[in-house]
């Protein structure tokens, strides 16, 4: 009980500074050197792992440590592309994890979507199915905006579409599917009630 209240700060916290890493990193740039940034960035990501592994969600504990590791890596390169591509990995690692979940029984959307209906209709396995699809052609956009944006782009630019636009872009998505969705499945049961008929 008494580990749960700090776990649960612990945790928005963390996610709050992913979140805003972008404008960490924009305003940080102009402070510190890039390499305590990193240091900072690389530091943060093992956190994010470790609270995963605490919350015993091990595959995204995996993937955190493989962005932790990547991150490391990138920054013997350069130190201030590593800083850059994180939200380039980011959605490179979500794509993939959702492009897998196709091929292991059950999409991710479909995971969450039984979270609230645990029998889900044929109806509601196909376009659960179809909509993850979606969000894995979003994270490939994203993450190829995202990637020109640290390379070509500057730092204004890269901290304005990382910061703030793709956070928009998603929730756009995520919002408008919710209409989208209910008409499907209406012209769907209004099918059923014609065949019925």
């Not at 800083?83 to 990995?89: E, G, K, M």
């Not at 980011?90 to 897998?100: D, E, K, M, N, R």
């Not at 956009?141 to 956070?167: H, K, P, Q």
Request: cysteine-free; glycine content about 6%; overall charge positive.
């Amino acid at each position: 009980m008494t580990w749960s209240v700090p776990k649960r700060i612990l945790t928005i916290v963390i996610a709050l500074l992913g979140i805003a890493y972008p404008v960490i990193v924009y305003f940080g740039l102009g402070a510190v050197s890039p390499r305590i940034i990193l240091m900072a960035a690389i530091i943060f990501v093992i956190a994010r792992a470790v609270m995963f592994f605490i919350a015993h969600k091990y595959g995204a504990g995996l993937i955190a440590g493989i962005v932790a590791v990547i991150l490391g890596a990138a920054g013997f390169a350069s130190e201030i592309l590593a800083l850059r591509f994180y939200p380039v990995i980011i959605s490179a690692t979500l794509a993939l994890v959702f492009t897998l979940s196709l091929f292991s029984g059950m999409p991710i959307i479909e995971r969450f979507a039984r979270l609230q209906t645990p029998e889900l209709d044929t109806f509601g396995v196909i376009y659960t199915r179809r909509l993850t699809k979606v969000w894995i052609a979003f994270f490939i956009a994203n993450g190829l905006v995202a990637l020109w944006t640290a390379l070509y782009a500057t730092l204004e630019t890269w901290t304005l579409y990382n910061g703030l636009t793709s956070y928009i872009l998603i929730a756009v998505l995520f919002v408008g599917e919710w209409p989208v969705r209910r008409i499907i499945k209406a012209r769907h049961q209004h099918h059923i009630n014609d065949h019925r008929v």
